[in-house]
């Protein structure tokens, strides 16, 4: 679950309608960027699907005591997240095995990033180069990577993945004061696609439903929209996390995306 507060009540989106979501992204991203032909489709279902093994735990949410909210994709408790993180790659990699690759090294570089130790951790990780190392030999008997290849789809992956996080954890038409701290310098590696010219794309609201993106990475300006539920703190405290969040309506937010102004995204670059 992604989760954030505002005006008394709790923000909630479930992980997989965030997936489904970057992979609205990467469907839109620019043609000359995109993946080779022959792999593209494995790679826009990979994206949307990254987080599907979340479905399950996200059907009730979890009270963490300890942090006054409810368990995210960031403090849930490390080895039930390994065990729904392997039984999501386990489903990717029976629709695509090239899919499964590209997740299992997304999720590889997230614990990186996250420091988290444990020997059940150490298991996973293991466990995960063994995978990679098994499609890889699969990959080259039947359709060899090209060079690049899978670096490029990593940077797609995450890039839309934290595009849809933005979403999901920014208040639409919030300043610049209030943007999440994730975001503050831009989105991490971004700037590495060619055609930033090595600047990180910086996201800033025009206003509660239009977000301005510099430099630009679609084709073309764009409207997505996703599911979310708002959670009232009282509902929670009276009747418990679990039922205030099934009793909150499911709301539809909509977002334009457009071209913002190449400036902004130099200067914040320097």
Request: hydrophobic residues 35%; negative net charge.
């Given at each position: ?11 909630m ?10 992979g609205?992204?990467a469907k ?26 979340w ?22 408790p ?39 130790e444990?020997?059940?951790l ?11 190392a ?5 990959l ?50 971004s ?8 600047r990180?794309?910086?996201?800033k609201?025009?206003?509660n439903r239009?977000l ?37 309506p ?21």
């Amino acid at each position: 679950m992604i989760c954030r507060e505002q005006d008394g009540a709790l923000i909630m989106m479930k992980q997989h309608d965030h997936g489904l979501l970057a992979g609205n992204f990467a469907k839109w991203f620019k043609e000359e960027h995109t993946p080779a032909e022959g792999r593209r489709a494995e790679v826009l279902w990979a994206v949307s699907h990254h987080d599907r093994g979340w479905i399950d735990l996200d059907e009730t949410p979890f009270w963490n005591d300890a942090e006054g909210q409810p368990y995210s994709f960031i403090d849930f408790p490390v080895v039930p997240k390994l065990t729904f993180y392997r039984r999501g790659i386990d489903e990717i990699e029976a629709k695509t095995p090239y899919g499964a690759l590209l997740c299992s090294s997304h999720f590889e570089r997230l614990i990186e990033v996250s420091g988290e130790e444990c020997p059940e951790l150490t298991q996973y990780l293991e466990d995960e180069a063994e995978r990679r190392a098994r499609i890889h030999r699969r990959l080259e008997q039947e359709k060899p990577l090209e060079e690049g290849e899978l670096y490029y789809d990593a940077r797609l992956l995450q890039f839309c993945d934290d595009l849809s996080l933005f979403l999901a954890l920014n208040e639409p038409g919030s300043k610049e004061s209030k943007k999440h701290p994730w975001f503050v310098d831009g989105f991490s590696g971004s700037e590495e696609f060619s055609f930033t010219s090595g600047r990180a794309i910086h996201a800033k609201w025009r206003d509660n439903r239009t977000l301005t993106l510099a430099p630009f990475p679609f084709t073309q300006d764009i409207e997505v929209s996703f599911k979310q539920r708002r959670v009232s703190l009282k509902a929670v405290q009276d009747k418990g996390i679990a039922r205030a969040y099934h009793e909150a309506p499911e709301e539809e937010c909509k977002i334009r995306v457009i071209s913002g102004p190449e400036e902004d995204s130099r200067a914040k670059n320097g």
